[in-house]
């Protein structure tokens, strides 16, 4: 049965996005079978993974609304090695349709059940906001990992989504956990990486995961050739320390 992680953070541009493709293709290459579930309208996910989000036919929109199913709607990045369900900006309008409908907070986590036989691991990349979609996302996984930029802002906004997933954990999903805290974009030469890395450590303890992901300008180039980082160029710093966090991901899972 598939465990199912939420990369969240309702600040926009933090590195959700690139964790969970990279993560993606980090477990593929330990052989897990995984699905990535973009829940962004934006649809970088899924460019990301390769897949052209202009010609779908079917998306996360599509399976939120019940019109179809996970295997249906799922297909491959070939780059990555893993499957996705795609989407692109049709499911921004998923946001007010589903206020009229029923359980509608539980209709990925009912969706996302029935494919859970055929993978290892779901990862659900999320928007930035604190929005009927990330509930969803919320509402479906096991728990949640939160990239982080070690600067200045960091800390603030956390204690929103922190509260939010208490609340979802109090009410509507009693399995959900702060798996941990992912630093990200990490520059060792300034002193304030250095700074909040060691407030993060101080408050979270061991809720902050080992590995740090550096900035490395080939993750960033990464997604315009519509692969994942890990696979664009697999010896580059940024890769390596996905693969480290694809490592470290599986051995924390054991323990869950
Ligand atoms: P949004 O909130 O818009 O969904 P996001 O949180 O998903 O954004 P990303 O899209 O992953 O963030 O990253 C934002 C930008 O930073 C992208 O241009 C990405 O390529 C770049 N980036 C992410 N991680 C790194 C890194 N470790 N090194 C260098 N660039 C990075
Ligand atoms: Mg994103």
Redesign the pocket.
């Known amino acids: 049965m598939a465990k199912i992680f939420c990369?969240a953070?309702q600040?926009?541009?933090?590195?959700?996005?690139?964790?969970?493709?990279n993560l993606a293709a980090g477990l593929a290459k330990l052989n897990q079978r995984v699905l990535l579930v973009d829940l962004?309208p934006?649809g970088?996910?899924t460019m990301?993974a390769g897949i052209n989000k202009a010609t779908l036919k079917a998306s996360t929109y599509e399976v939120l609304l019940g019109t179809a199913d996970v295997a249906s709607a799922v297909l491959r990045s070939e780059a990555g090695r893993f499957d996705v369900l795609p989407a692109n900006r049709e499911l921004a309008g998923a946001e007010v349709e589903m206020v009229q409908l029923e359980n509608r907070e539980r209709r990925l986590r009912d969706a996302l059940a029935l494919a859970a036989k055929d993978y290892d691991f779901m990862l659900i990349?999320?928007?930035?906001a604190l929005s009927m979609l990330t509930l969803n996302g919320l509402c479906a996984a096991h728990g949640v990992i939160i990239?982080m930029q070690c600067e200045y802002y960091a800390l603030e906004g956390l204690s929103d989504l922190v509260n939010t997933i208490k609340k979802v954990h109090a009410n509507l999903n009693p399995d959900l956990k702060i798996i941990g805290l992912l630093r990200?974009?990490?520059d060792p030469r300034m002193t304030l990486s250095q700074q909040v890395s060691a407030q993060l450590e101080q408050h979270f303890g061991d809720k902050v995961f080992k590995t740090i992901?550096?900035?490395?300008?080939?993750?960033?180039?990464?997604?315009s050739y519509g692969m994942p980082?890990v696979t664009f160029d697999p010896t580059s710093k940024?890769a390596q320390?996905y693969i480290a966090f694809g490592a470290e991901m599986v051995k924390r899972i054991k323990k869950m």
């Open positions: 990369v953070n600040k926009g541009g933090v590195g959700k996005t690139t964790t969970t493709v962004d934006q970088n996910a990301g990349d999320c928007p930035p990239p990200v974009m990490f992901i550096p900035r490395n300008v080939r993750l960033a180039e990464a997604p980082g940024g320390a």
